[in-house]
């Protein structure tokens, strides 16, 4: 019997990154004339792909580039989300999977005091992110199991609905978006610690 894997969101799932993101965003958008919110509000799609939806006449690897930058120098308050390291030490295949690039993911892990596993898909690992099943599809298989092997970590309805896409259980975790706001996962809860306290079973590294 495969092991389960587990594919865990980074941001508002691991780590609280908001203000960060919110100050990135604000220090942005009025350089164009933008109005911050938009892209604020533009949760679980990658810095990209906001720029080419809602600017685009600006060329978007030059701007995603200049957002992210600011958002690696500044992770003033980005933290460990309750239940976020314990999860990472459990003894489950386990991937990040995250619309962030691999330079913001890895600077929000060490600012939040967390490591970063092996397999970490990230904005530049695939041609498409959330809602589109592929990211949590090749995070399966670089764990090398099954998609039905495995369980998604998310808060974002693009999420919820990428890992319902790519044929896998999902846990929502309802840190960052208000109850209503999120349909079709197969189990709630307020965060990774409150998860961990009812999966108890879960096998743990040695001296967990």
């Known amino acids: 019997m495969s092991p389960t894997g587990l594919l865990v969101d980074l941001d508002g799932v691991l780590v609280n990154s908001l203000a960060a993101v919110v100050r990135a965003w604000k220090w942005w958008a009025p350089q164009h004339g933008l109005d911050p919110a938009a892209f604020i509000n533009a949760h679980g799609r990658t810095t990209r792909e906001a720029i080419v939806e809602l600017a685009p006449r600006l060329?978007?690897?030059?701007?995603?580039a200049l957002?992210?930058?600011?958002?690696?120098?500044?992770?003033?308050?980005v933290v460990a989300l309750p239940g976020a390291m314990?999860?990472?030490?459990?003894?489950?295949?386990?991937?990040?999977?995250?619309?962030?690039?691999?330079?913001?993911?890895?600077?929000?892990?060490?600012?939040?005091?967390?490591?970063?596993?092996?397999?970490?898909?990230?904005?530049?690992?695939?041609?498409?992110?959330?809602?589109?099943?592929?990211p949590c599809l090749l995070a399966a298989a670089r764990l090398g199991?099954?998609?039905?092997?495995?369980?998604?970590?998310?808060?974002?309805?693009?999420?919820?609905?990428?890992?319902?896409?790519?044929?896998?259980a999902v846990v929502r975790v309802a840190t960052t978006v208000s109850p209503g706001a999120l349909e079709g996962a197969d189990?709630?809860?307020?965060?990774?610690?409150?998860?961990?306290?009812?999966?108890?079973?879960?096998?743990?590294?040695?001296?967990e």
């Open 67 to 77: 957002a992210e930058d600011r958002q690696m120098i500044d992770t003033a308050g």
């Open 59 to 64: 060329d978007p690897d030059l701007e995603a």
């Open 145 to 168: 199991l099954e998609p039905s092997d495995c369980i998604v970590f998310d808060d974002s309805p693009a999420g919820i609905q990428g890992g319902k896409a790519a044929g896998m």
């Open 86 to 134: 314990s999860l990472l030490r459990l003894a489950q295949p386990l991937a990040i999977v995250t619309s962030s690039t691999r330079r913001v993911a890895l600077a929000r892990l060490r600012a939040a005091g967390l490591a970063m596993p092996k397999v970490v898909i990230s904005a530049e690992s695939v041609g498409r992110s959330k809602p589109d099943p592929g």
């Open 187 to 207: 189990l709630i809860v307020r965060d990774l610690s409150e998860y961990l306290q009812l999966t108890d079973a879960l096998p743990r590294t040695a001296g």
